[in-house]
């Protein structure tokens, strides 16, 4: 307990009803999360394995399950679950999925595998839109709203087709024994309403749950915890109202005020002490926030003294707003010996990062942008590994449906929502199954024929896969399906498309260069599970330390702090965005602006631009309203200040101090 303040304290040390624990910016949450795992077990007398902290990214839990390490001997913390709800919902399914009709090994579909399917199911719809439809099909199963719900609600043609989509689609996956990242939160939830033995079972596994990042969650996630959690409710819940930037995602804050309904013996305690940034950061933040309705009254504080003003820097251009930036970024790093890697700009959108790239490149500034997509994560890169995982693993379900119309091989969705039906019964793979006569007899003669195509190319490469070196089978692949063509006529230019095709040869290298490394010991399924492991540890390695600026979303800072901060772009129609100019939009919006302010650690620069070209034309832009809402002594206006000859020969002896200093290096 030592070094813990008493609300903290307080926090750690509550039993006997369900906590909340409203955690403002910076106030040492995961801290407490982590003291309390070990205050249960060593003082409560809980036994690890009975014990559930869940948050939402792999990053979180890991940091979590890290420091809980170090506060626990292996033999404590033996059994111990950290991890996000999409696992623990895993973990649910891996041991009971059968009963809601799935055989085990089933398969997982992400985002694109999902958006394929139902973009075949739409084309037999003669429906347009499939993006929505995937985004409006997450939020139906995030609100955990069934087909049949979604049906009786739909008031138009319109709805009713969306909700029909909605039905085969959910029908389809299960035919091919796969589920989505949704259904991970979903099925265990009906696994628990329907089978009330099975949800006790796990209710006395799990006999307290800890939640990080409670306003996060969505109608599906709150339900699992409240069946978990059970009449007993022993659960410490963790979260800031403030911070709640995922509506979009169906994360619903007012989940926070739920808690008190259902739980009429919850507890709350605020953890107000901010352990990052400076009063008039802090002060700021709070006037801002004041301007939205709130659940519970809570005010950020901290002993860091009072700290710099925030420099408020309007800008003629989006390109004049990025050399000020820079600017002003290279005079605090010659002035104040600042590393690059204390530097963060900040935007709404990742559209906002390529003028200030341009310019940090000119400069030889490193940088790094956090958030943008993974090389394992193009499509590209997944389509050509399907066909490699299907080639070592003909059982890999979920890589037989992403390569079978990858290229269009007019293969459709009722044969192969029947092949999925037929190798449910047959308790078999997609690909054995779809070699079978038994099979055949159920589709039509032209369906035979050309999965008979398919499926007898596979077992070729399957043959020269024992055979030959593993880069073979790889080019013979990408030659065989024609890939650089299909990329060509799916790609929204040619420079595109040979961007994408150069992703591709970088396969055919990596492979090389693997089997070459393993002196030619390598199966091809080795290879491809050492990709998979490159591609974790690659992901993983965003938080590797390196000297460089980072550049990310708003969204994506959400948890991280920098000493210093520049939030770009504070204009109308950015911050807040055009598509959340309603009431509830806006303050999302507004959140979203807190969540960055809380970011600096020492200092805080705001920028807008006054003119922006959209569509070739220039714009002018509004201020963002936030602006107003700031307190105005706090606020240090750029184009307001005036510099005094004393202080520019200051600025100019630092620069040359630095200089030296660097030279002298």
């Known amino acids: 307990m030592q070094g813990l303040n008493p609300q903290q304290q307080a926090a750690v040390t509550h039993l006997g009803s369900p906590l909340l624990v409203l955690a403002g910016a910076g106030s040492g949450k995961t801290r407490v999360i982590t003291q309390k795992i070990a205050w249960l077990i060593r003082k409560a007398e809980h036994e690890a394995r009975t014990i559930a902290a869940i948050t939402f990214t792999n990053k979180a839990a890991r940091e979590m399950r890290e420091r809980a390490s170090q506060l626990l001997s292996k033999e404590e913390s033996k059994g111990l679950t950290v991890s996000t709800f999409h696992t623990l919902g895993l973990n649910i399914l891996k041991q009971e999925v059968k009963k809601l009709g799935y055989k085990s090994g089933f398969s997982i579909l992400d985002a694109q595998d999902s958006d394929l399917i139902l973009r075949e199911l739409a084309l037999k719809e003669d429906i347009d839109e499939t993006e929505a439809i995937r985004w409006q099909v997450s939020r139906w199963k995030n609100d955990f709203l069934s087909p049949e719900q979604v049906m009786q609600q739909a008031t138009d043609e319109v709805g009713q087709r969306a909700a029909r989509l909605y039905e085969q689609y959910q029908r389809q996956i299960k035919a091919y024994n796969a589920v989505d990242f949704d259904d991970l939160i979903v099925l265990p939830v009906q696994l628990f309403q329907q089978y009330p033995e099975v949800l006790k079972r796990w209710q006395n596994r799990l006999r307290y749950l800890l939640v990080d990042e409670y306003q996060d969650t969505n109608a599906c996630q709150y339900q699992l915890i409240r069946q978990l959690s059970g009449v007993r409710g022993a659960l410490t819940t963790v979260g800031d109202d403030d911070q709640s930037i995922y509506a ?321 772009g504070a204009e109308e129609e950015i911050l807040p965005h055009v598509n959340s100019m309603d009431e509830a939009g806006i303050q999302e919006e507004r959140r979203l602006a807190y969540v960055g302010i809380t970011r600096a650690q020492k200092h805080l620069t705001i920028s807008y631009a006054k003119t922006r070209s959209r569509y070739g034309e220039k714009m002018v832009c509004e201020p963002s309203r936030f602006l107003e809402e700031l307190p105005m002594e706090h606020l240090e206006w750029a184009d307001r200040k005036i510099v005094t000859p004393e202080q520019r020969q200051e600025t100019a002896n630092a620069y040359i101090a630095s200089l030296k200093d660097l030279l002298g290096d």
């Open 248 to 568: 979009w995602r169906g994360a619903r804050p007012e989940n926070i005020v739920q808690l008190q309904r259902d739980y009429p013996t919850l507890k709350v305690i605020k953890l107000e002490q901010n352990y990052r940034s400076t009063r008039r950061i802090l002060d700021s933040a709070n006037h801002l926030i004041a301007h939205n309705p709130h659940m519970f009254e809570k005010k950020l504080w901290s002993t860091l003294g009072e700290g710099d003003p925030i420099l408020i820097m309007p800008c003629r251009s989006v390109e004049h707003e990025a050399e000020k930036v820079v600017g002003e970024m290279m005079k605090r790093h010659f002035r104040e010996r600042a590393a690059y890697k204390d530097f963060a700009i900040l935007y709404r959108g990742n559209h906002q990062s390529r003028v200030f790239e341009t310019l940090l490149r000119q400069h030889n500034i490193p940088y790094q942008i956090t958030g943008g997509t993974s090389f394992f994560e193009r499509t590209e890169v997944k389509d050509i590994l399907a066909y490699l995982r299907l080639i070592s693993n003909p059982n890999d379900d979920a890589a037989f449906l992403r390569i079978i119309n990858t290229p269009r091989r007019e293969i459709g969705t009722s044969t192969l929502e029947k092949l999925g039906e037929y190798a449910h019964e047959r308790k078999n793979s997609l690909f054995i199954c779809a070699q079978e006569l038994g099979f055949a007899e159920r589709i039509t003669a032209k369906a035979q024929q050309r999965l008979g195509h398919f499926t007898a190319w596979l077992n070729e490469l399957i043959e020269v896969n024992q055979q030959e070196h593993p880069a073979t089978v790889v080019k013979r692949i990408i030659e065989d399906i024609q890939y650089p063509e299909w990329l060509l006529q799916n790609s929204s230019s040619p420079t595109m498309a040979e961007k994408r095709m150069a992703n591709v040869h970088e396969i055919v290298d990596w492979v090389n260069k693997l089997y070459d490394d393993g002196m030619g010991k390598e199966t091809l399924a080795e290879i491809i599970a050492h990709m998979s492991l490159v591609d974790l540890l690659e992901r993983n390695s965003e938080e590797a330390e390196q000297n460089a600026v980072t550049l990310m979303t708003l969204h994506g800072a959400k948890g991280l702090e920098f000493p210093y901060v520049f939030l770009i």
